[in-house]
């Protein structure tokens, strides 16, 4: 007789799967990022590149932000001080030309890996929300609701009110709307330059992407991007806010 007894099981081994070589499994991955990628694109944050010298010194020509694009889905609207990118409102853009762009940059810019060239998009200050009155006379302060704003973040040189005429106002924001402006105030086409136009330079809440929290991009400028403290002093809310 043998070694194994009569009657007893049979010994069963569990089948060891062949493991699929990595460049099978490539394709799936990288479809998985893809898809990832488009979500957060579509839902979270996106990247955005620094077109013009309009917000220095707080962002440079260059500078990639990423924009947080979920909390406008919870019905969070732009406040005071926050750093926003909003689709041209109007024209606003224009005269300024589209970069050009291959293929490749388009794709990644489809799903979110790269800012894209092709979007019309802005990025200034919200100075002024829906029922705030924003005034400027001489070279400054600029006035939210009467309260005077303390902005060290403007370009040094420049003053808080440009003198020329589109400088000088003084206005009410609709309820949904933004009153917006460039922290370089001599070289920003913002809200102030388009008040003769249709929309009188306000900004629809529904325009807005989202806020920039934080430059991204280059690594020795990675820095977040806070509400200034002269946007939460009191009173500036007006009456009863």
Same mark, same amino acid.
């Given at each position: 007789?043998?070694?194994?007894?009569?009657?007893?099981?049979?010994?069963? =081994?569990?089948?060891?799967?062949?493991?699929?070589?990595?460049?099978?499994?490539?394709?799936?991955?990288?479809?998985?990022?893809?898809?990832?990628?488009?979500?957060?694109?579509?839902?979270?944050?996106?990247?955005?590149?620094?077109?013009?010298?309009?917000? @220095? !010194?707080?962002?440079?020509?260059?500078?990639?932000?990423?924009?947080?694009?979920?909390?406008?889905?919870?019905?969070?609207?732009?406040?005071?001080?926050?750093?926003?990118?909003? *689709?041209?409102?109007?024209?606003?853009?224009? !005269?300024?030309?589209?970069? &050009?762009?291959?293929?490749?940059?388009?794709?990644?810019?489809?799903?979110?890996? /790269?800012?894209?060239?092709?979007?019309?998009?802005?990025?200034?200050?919200?100075?002024?929300?829906?029922?705030?009155?924003?005034?400027?006379?001489?070279?400054?302060?600029?006035?939210?609701?009467?309260?005077?704003?303390?902005?060290? =973040?403007?370009?040094?040189?420049?003053?808080?009110?440009?003198?020329?005429?589109?400088? @000088?106002?003084?206005?009410?924001?609709?309820?949904? *709307?933004?009153?917006? /402006?460039?922290? *370089?105030?001599?070289?920003?086409?913002?809200?102030? =330059? *388009?008040?003769?136009?249709?929309?009188?330079? /306000?900004?629809?809440?529904?325009?807005?992407?989202? &806020?920039?929290?934080?430059?991204?991009?280059?690594?020795?400028?990675?820095? !977040?991007?806070?509400?200034?403290?002269?946007?939460? @002093?009191?009173?500036?809310?007006?009456?009863?806010?």
């Amino acid at each position: 007789m043998g070694d194994v007894a009569v009657g007893a099981p049979e010994t069963r =081994y569990p089948k060891v799967r062949k493991q699929r070589p990595f460049w099978k499994e490539l394709p799936l991955l990288v479809v998985i990022a893809l898809l990832l990628s488009l979500l957060i694109k579509t839902f979270l944050l996106q990247a955005f590149s620094i077109p013009s010298e309009s917000m @220095q !010194n707080t962002l440079q020509k260059g500078d990639r932000v990423l924009v947080d694009k979920l909390t406008p889905w919870f019905g969070s609207e732009p406040e005071r001080g926050e750093v926003v990118v909003f *689709h041209d409102p109007g024209d606003w853009l224009k !005269n300024e030309p589209t970069p &050009r762009t291959n293929a490749v940059q388009k794709a990644l810019g489809f799903i979110g890996l /790269m800012p894209s060239a092709e979007d019309k998009d802005l990025i200034k200050r919200v100075v002024g929300v829906g029922g705030d009155t924003v005034e400027c006379a001489g070279r400054g302060p600029l006035k939210v609701n009467g309260k005077a704003l303390d902005e060290p =973040y403007v370009f040094p040189g420049n003053t808080a009110c440009s003198t020329d005429p589109d400088g @000088q106002f003084k206005v009410t924001v609709p309820s949904g *709307h933004l009153w917006v /402006m460039g922290d *370089h105030r001599q070289a920003s086409g913002d809200s102030r =330059y *388009h008040q003769r136009e249709p929309g009188a330079g /306000m900004v629809p809440v529904d325009d807005v992407v989202g &806020r920039a929290v934080v430059v991204a991009w280059p690594v020795g400028r990675l820095d !977040n991007l806070p509400v200034p403290a002269t946007f939460g @002093q009191a009173g500036i809310g007006g009456p009863g806010r």
